[in-house]
């Protein structure tokens, strides 16, 4: 907003019309600059001057717009200093001057001869509109478009991950329709519980194949872009709101988890359900939060790690409640939604054996090997932008709370500073949760995923920085482009990358297809990818990944880790090994140690790929002997 | 004015960022970094023109050819497989088209990749007796041949179709440069593991490796087992051994101590990679008994009749009783099969 129109004290309380043009408490104002008595002195001109006297309108305002002294005019009890303007000194009142007031009384009509129509203090109405409403949504239309597009340009076959929620999907399906025993139990390693999105994706899956089950993701991410608008908008306004939108649909996080068959997208999805309820009741009666709760616990369900978000919501209870409904209001509802959430989220865990998983994927997690710098890096590269861009708009909101051009919104009773800077706080301190958990267990797989669930909060301040960057009025409209722009191109690049991170794994299933049946022993980089594409003919539990094997040899002796490897090696224990010397180079290094002169296998084939990083190649080998 | 400042200096940190970010990008984003670059990998792509249908663009697969249901009916004829005019004639007159080619290669010449498509092109797997006249094995095995090696290796890969190859065969005999007289079994072992590993590093799956001792008849005191460099680096054992008038024409005898002792130290089929009976009288016998002995032989995959006039006339149109019998038998549905549909 430029001070420059603000300069106006406040508006009088009575409409123009009912206000004389001598009222004296125009005197100083309106009429008070010498420009205006220059323009509008004709129009203006006093209905009580002589009409005989010479026009001049020197002679009518003094350069402050002050009646001239000394000539007091009463009429009708009301005095009309401006009557007189100090004139030249010299000038002098013609001689006929006493019988003025007499021709005055009876000529001057007691109304002026036109009013000046009502004018509103701004040209626009601050209130929704149905126009704009509409406009918004053409606007979040068009973002939403741009978000299906980036991510439906994504292509590759399975990641692993992918490939071990979906057949485990299928084989939870079966499970429960047919009763066919689980290969393996699912539960105890998976990061979310493997009863609810796979379950869901390998539906699709069986349907529409792996390209259903990712835009069902899309489906999720376009969902969660929608509601992230609706509780900004709410929140702050349209604008703040697109803004918001539009940058969280291009970072890297949101078009690839928009075309990934992980929990990822339900999560975030849920997640932004249950912020949008949080805020859509905040003006309704308390207990109407605990709506969200559910949403929020099957969030965590799907996805284990969505509960580090889960305080975020609770507190975002209070605060936007706060200003409408008081604070006791405000309060209760935070607790009832924690306690919603706690009892839920204890039943959830009693009811079901998802305890072991949940340990073991995410609060126990092994730590891993990668640095605080590294991961602080890899954080800023692919939040960086939109999280300053948060940071910037929580800060000017603490400075600045009005949100519209709208004179009128000066006096809207906006929430004070404290409340402001505790949002900016809650929102942007969200966004760093994720990386520093990550960086506490010191593992930068996932991170990619969980820095854009942050950013689902971050993003309605972010929507606030655009706004404030970009200026009243549009002002500097180039300078959200700009960063629009930037976030794109860093996301375009950035989930292109991503999406190449694993070799395309066709030719590789192509090769070993005709090896597979549903007796073998497999060996596998990544077990869940064969699994997964050739589920008709093999399943999980035939399969042995290269992250660590226990072993007993034919001749009783049992081996674990990488003697575990050799020793089912030299005993031809596995019909078919396949690496992919990028998922765990180490232990493929061993394996391709032991399998080389072994007199049970012989090279099947070198399946050459190309990633984002390079280029490699499948080494399978055949047991033929 | 301090807005618009501020502003200005927001947008100005913004695009500064932005520009490191993505001028950086490419070496900030490969965390992965592993890149196991495979030398001669992408030559696969090349080689599509040869494999059959959807699969042309993968590895071809040789297992079905290791141990076909049928006999593979061999045959080593002049200019074949580098012309097919050998070949026509003497499936004319034997009666049946040869699925398996035998030539021989010299070390350093280059690898014949279209005789191979030629071959194949008619349901026939070609067989490559790769003879090592001008260099010492111990050189091989100390990488001193890499260059040739690995060139090889990548045209072999590059074509994409199964080759059988036969190093050094005959390495128990005297008379070969390559033979007991010039080589340790060590330097032996220790050039084929070469080989084969470089062809495997190649990703060249597509070579079944036949190791072939001549039959131990004449030789008996050369024990065989030292000279094998193990399973793990052979498909096939091949046998080269020939019905000679000195010697007694039971399949047993021509070829059973031979393939007695190769049981003690290894289960991989066999096969006779070089076989004929000498002319004379005797000729239509051996050939029946050549013919007996492999159909009643499991892991005898086949045989390769020796079509050529050298040292004595081997050539099968010299004796047209022996012929007729030989046509009969190669009549037998069990021998011979297209090799493109094993």
Same mark, same amino acid.
């Given at each position: 907003?430029?001070?420059?129109?603000?300069?106006?004290?406040?508006?009088?309380?009575?409409?123009?019309?009912?206000?004389?043009?001598?009222?004296?408490?125009?005197?100083? *104002?309106?009429?008070?600059?010498?420009?205006?008595?220059?323009?509008?002195?004709?129009?203006?001109?006093?209905?009580?001057?002589?009409?005989?006297?010479?026009?001049?309108?020197?002679?009518?305002?003094?350069?402050?717009?002050?009646?001239?002294?000394?000539?007091?005019?009463?009429?009708?009890?009301?005095?009309?200093?401006?009557?007189?303007?100090?004139?030249?000194?010299?000038?002098?009142?013609?001689?006929?001057?006493?019988?003025?007031?007499?021709?005055?009384?009876?000529?001057?009509?007691?109304?002026?001869?036109?009013?000046?129509?009502?004018?509103?203090?701004?040209?626009?109405?601050?209130?929704?509109?149905?126009?704009?409403?509409?406009?918004?949504?053409?606007?979040?239309?068009?973002?939403?478009?741009?978000?299906?597009?980036?991510?439906?340009?994504?292509?590759?076959?399975?990641?692993?991950?992918?490939?071990?929620?979906?057949?485990?999907?299928?084989?939870?399906?079966?499970?429960?329709?047919?009763?066919?025993?689980?290969?393996?139990?699912?539960?105890?390693?998976?990061?979310?519980?493997? *009863?609810?999105?796979?379950?869901?994706?390998?539906?699709?899956?069986?349907?529409?194949?792996?390209?259903?089950?990712?835009?069902?993701?899309?489906?999720?991410?376009?969902?969660?872009?929608?509601?992230?608008?609706?509780?900004?908008?709410?929140?702050?306004?349209?604008?703040?709101?697109?803004?918001?939108?539009?940058?969280?649909?291009?970072?890297?996080?949101?078009?690839?988890?928009?075309?990934?068959?992980?929990?990822?997208?339900?999560?975030?999805?849920?997640?932004?359900?249950?912020?949008?309820?949080?805020?859509?009741?905040?003006?309704?009666?308390?207990?109407?939060?605990?709506?969200?709760?559910?949403?929020?616990?099957?969030?965590?369900?799907?996805?284990?790690?969505?509960?580090?978000?889960?305080?975020?919501?609770?507190?975002?209870?209070?605060?936007?409640?706060?200003?409408?409904?008081?604070?006791?209001?405000?309060?209760?509802?935070?607790?009832?939604?924690?306690?919603?959430?706690?009892?839920?989220?204890?039943?959830?865990?009693?009811?079901?054996?998802?305890?072991?998983?949940?340990?073991?994927?995410?609060?126990?997690?092994?730590?891993?090997?990668?640095?605080?710098?590294?991961?602080?890096?890899?954080?800023?590269?692919?939040?960086?932008?939109?999280?300053?861009?948060?940071?910037?708009?929580?800060?000017?909101?603490?400075?600045?709370?009005?949100?519209?051009?709208?004179?009128?919104?000066?006096?809207?009773?906006?929430?004070?500073?404290?409340?402001?800077?505790?949002?900016?706080?809650?929102?942007?301190?969200?966004?760093?949760?994720?990386?520093?958990?990550?960086?506490?267990?010191?593992?930068?797989?996932?991170?990619?995923?969980?820095?854009?669930?942050?950013?689902?909060?971050?993003?309605?301040?972010?929507?606030?920085?655009?706004?404030?960057?970009?200026?009243?009025?549009?002002?500097?409209?180039?300078?959200?482009?700009?960063?629009?722009?930037?976030?794109?191109?860093?996301? =375009?690049?950035?989930?292109?990358?991503?999406?190449?991170?694993?070799?395309?794994?066709?030719?590789?299933?192509?090769? =070993?297809?005709?090896?597979?049946?549903?007796?073998?022993?497999?060996?596998?980089?990544?077990?869940?990818?064969?699994?997964?594409?050739?589920?008709?003919?093999?399943?999980?539990?035939?399969?042995?990944?290269?992250?660590?094997?226990?072993?007993?040899?034919?001749?009783?002796?049992?081996?674990?880790?990488?003697?575990?490897?050799?020793?089912?090696?030299?005993?031809?224990?596995?019909?078919?090994?396949?690496?992919?010397?990028?998922?765990?180079?180490?232990?493929?290094?061993?394996?391709?140690?032991?399998?080389?002169?072994?007199?049970?296998?012989?090279?099947?084939?070198?399946?050459?790929?190309?990633?984002?990083?390079?280029?490699?190649?499948?080494?399978?080998?055949?047991?033929?002997? | 004015?301090?807005?618009?400042?501020?502003?200005?200096?927001?947008?100005? &940190?913004?695009?500064?960022?932005?520009?490191?970010?993505?001028? #950086?990008? &490419?070496?900030?984003?490969?965390?992965?970094?592993?890149?196991?670059?495979?030398?001669?990998?992408?030559?696969?792509?090349?080689?599509?023109?040869?494999?059959?249908?959807?699969?042309? +663009?993968?590895?071809?697969?040789?297992?079905?050819?290791?141990?076909?249901?049928?006999?593979?009916?061999?045959?080593?004829?002049?200019?074949?497989?580098?012309?097919?005019?050998?070949?026509?004639?003497?499936?004319?007159?034997?009666?049946?088209?040869?699925?398996?080619?035998? @030539?021989?290669?010299?070390?350093?010449?280059?690898?014949?990749?279209?005789?191979?498509?030629?071959?194949?092109?008619?349901?026939?797997?070609?067989?490559?007796?790769?003879?090592?006249?001008?260099?010492?094995?111990?050189?091989?095995?100390?990488?001193?041949? +890499?260059?040739?090696?690995?060139?090889?290796?990548?045209?072999?890969?590059?074509?994409?179709?199964?080759?059988?190859?036969?190093?050094?065969?005959?390495?128990?005999?005297?008379?070969?440069?390559?033979?007991?007289?010039?080589?340790?079994?060590?330097? @032996?072992?220790?050039?084929?593991?070469?080989?084969?590993?470089?062809?495997?590093?190649?990703?060249?799956?597509?070579?079944?490796?036949?190791?072939?001792?001549?039959?131990?008849?004449?030789?008996?005191?050369?024990?065989?087992?030292?000279?094998?460099?193990?399973?793990?680096?052979? +498909?096939?054992?091949?046998?080269?051994?020939?019905?000679?008038?000195?010697?007694?024409?039971?399949?047993?005898?021509?070829?059973?101590?031979?393939?007695?002792?190769?049981?003690?130290?290894?289960?991989?089929?066999?096969?006779?990679?070089?076989?004929?009976?000498?002319?004379?009288?005797?000729?239509?016998?051996?050939?029946?008994?050549?013919?007996?002995?492999?159909?009643? +032989?499991?892991?005898?995959?086949?045989?390769?009749?020796?079509?050529?006039?050298?040292?004595?006339?081997?050539?099968?149109?010299? #004796?047209?009783?022996?012929?007729?019998?030989?046509?009969?038998?190669?009549?037998?549905?069990?021998?011979?099969?297209?090799?493109?549909?094993?």
């Amino acid at each position: 907003m430029n001070r420059s129109q603000n300069h106006h004290p406040p508006q009088p309380r009575e409409p123009y019309g009912e206000q004389r043009y001598g009222d004296p408490r125009y005197g100083d *104002q309106q009429y008070g600059e010498q420009q205006y008595g220059d323009a509008y002195g004709d129009p203006y001109v006093d209905p009580y001057a002589d009409p005989y006297g010479e026009r001049d309108s020197s002679s009518w305002f003094n350069s402050n717009g002050q009646s001239a002294q000394g000539y007091p005019q009463e009429q009708q009890g009301q005095q009309i200093p401006q009557q007189y303007v100090p004139g030249i000194p010299e000038q002098r009142q013609r001689e006929d001057q006493p019988t003025y007031a007499l021709h005055t009384v009876e000529e001057t009509p007691a109304e002026p001869s036109y009013h000046i129509p009502v004018t509103p203090e701004a040209g626009w109405d601050m209130a929704a509109s149905r126009r704009r409403a509409w406009v918004s949504r053409a606007v979040l239309l068009c973002i939403l478009l741009i978000q299906t597009v980036l991510s439906l340009r994504l292509s590759n076959t399975a990641f692993q991950d992918e490939a071990l929620y979906l057949a485990a999907g299928h084989a939870e399906l079966d499970h429960l329709l047919n009763g066919t025993p689980l290969p393996i139990d699912y539960a105890a390693y998976f990061s979310g519980s493997p *009863q609810l999105y796979p379950v869901l994706a390998a539906l699709v899956d069986a349907q529409f194949g792996l390209t259903g089950a990712r835009v069902l993701s899309l489906v999720f991410m376009l969902f969660t872009t929608g509601l992230l608008y609706s509780f900004s908008r709410r929140m702050f306004n349209e604008r703040a709101a697109l803004a918001a939108a539009a940058l969280f649909s291009v970072v890297q996080s949101t078009v690839v988890m928009g075309f990934f068959a992980t929990y990822d997208a339900a999560a975030v999805f849920l997640l932004a359900l249950a912020v949008w309820i949080v805020v859509r009741t905040n003006r309704a009666p308390a207990y109407a939060v605990l709506l969200a709760a559910p949403v929020a616990v099957l969030a965590v369900g799907v996805k284990y790690a969505a509960a580090l978000y889960l305080p975020t919501i609770v507190v975002l209870a209070l605060l936007t409640a706060w200003p409408y409904r008081g604070a006791k209001s405000a309060v209760l509802r935070m607790l009832l939604l924690g306690l919603g959430m706690g009892a839920l989220a204890g039943v959830g865990m009693y009811t079901t054996d998802l305890l072991a998983g949940i340990q073991q994927t995410t609060t126990n997690r092994a730590h891993g090997s990668d640095s605080a710098q590294f991961l602080l890096q890899r954080s800023a590269e692919w939040g960086g932008l939109m999280f300053l861009a948060a940071v910037g708009g929580a800060i000017s909101y603490v400075r600045r709370s009005r949100m519209n051009e709208s004179p009128l919104a000066q006096r809207l009773g906006n929430p004070g500073w404290r409340w402001r800077a505790l949002m900016g706080l809650l929102l942007c301190g969200t966004a760093v949760l994720a990386s520093a958990y990550q960086i506490h267990l010191g593992t930068v797989v996932s991170l990619f995923k969980h820095v854009g669930f942050g950013l689902l909060f971050a993003a309605p301040m972010a929507g606030v920085g655009v706004t404030r960057l970009v200026g009243a009025h549009f002002r500097y409209p180039q300078l959200g482009i700009m960063l629009w722009t930037a976030v794109l191109c860093l996301g =375009i690049s950035q989930a292109d990358w991503r999406f190449g991170v694993w070799p395309d794994s066709s030719k590789m299933i192509r090769t =070993i297809q005709s090896h597979v049946n549903d007796k073998g022993h497999y060996l596998s980089s990544t077990p869940e990818v064969p699994v997964y594409y050739l589920r008709e003919k093999t399943d999980h539990s035939q399969w042995q990944s290269v992250f660590g094997m226990e072993y007993k040899a034919k001749k009783g002796k049992y081996y674990t880790g990488d003697e575990a490897y050799r020793a089912a090696l030299r005993d031809g224990e596995f019909d078919l090994i396949v690496l992919d010397g990028i998922t765990n180079p180490r232990v493929d290094d061993v394996i391709a140690g032991a399998v080389k002169g072994n007199p049970h296998y012989r090279l099947l084939a070198d399946v050459p790929w190309r990633n984002s990083s390079g280029t490699g190649t499948y080494r399978i080998w055949i047991k033929t002997s | 004015m301090f807005l618009t400042r501020a502003r200005t200096t927001a947008a100005g &940190c913004a695009l500064a960022l932005s520009a490191l970010f993505t001028l #950086s990008g &490419c070496s900030l984003l490969d965390d992965s970094g592993t890149s196991a670059s495979s030398e001669g990998g992408g030559g696969s792509e090349g080689s599509g023109q040869d494999a059959q249908g959807a699969d042309a +663009d993968i590895p071809y697969d040789v297992t079905p050819l290791l141990k076909p249901g049928k006999k593979y009916f061999g045959a080593a004829i002049d200019g074949a497989p580098n012309s097919m005019k050998g070949v026509d004639t003497y499936t004319a007159m034997t009666g049946k088209k040869p699925n398996l080619i035998e @030539y021989y290669a010299a070390w350093g010449d280059g690898f014949d990749a279209q005789g191979v498509r030629n071959a194949w092109a008619e349901g026939a797997l070609t067989l490559v007796s790769w003879e090592p006249f001008d260099v010492t094995l111990a050189d091989i095995a100390a990488g001193e041949k +890499d260059a040739y090696l690995k060139k090889y290796a990548a045209s072999v890969r590059k074509l994409n179709l199964p080759v059988v190859i036969s190093f050094a065969d005959e390495m128990n005999g005297h008379w070969e440069k390559w033979g007991t007289k010039n080589v340790t079994p060590k330097q @032996y072992v220790a050039a084929w593991k070469h080989i084969h590993d470089t062809f495997t590093d190649a990703g060249a799956s597509n070579v079944i490796w036949a190791w072939s001792p001549n039959i131990v008849n004449p030789v008996k005191s050369v024990e065989l087992e030292p000279y094998y460099p193990g399973d793990g680096y052979v +498909d096939w054992v091949g046998v080269i051994g020939y019905f000679t008038i000195e010697e007694d024409n039971a399949y047993d005898s021509v070829f059973g101590p031979t393939l007695d002792e190769i049981r003690t130290f290894t289960k991989k089929p066999t096969l006779i990679l070089e076989t004929a009976a000498e002319p004379g009288e005797r000729r239509r016998a051996d050939v029946r008994n050549l013919f007996a002995g492999v159909e009643a +032989d499991d892991d005898m995959l086949g045989f390769v009749w020796f079509d050529h006039k050298k040292r004595a006339d081997w050539r099968l149109k010299v #004796s047209p009783l022996a012929l007729k019998e030989f046509r009969r038998l190669a009549a037998d549905g069990s021998f011979g099969f297209d090799v493109r549909k094993p």
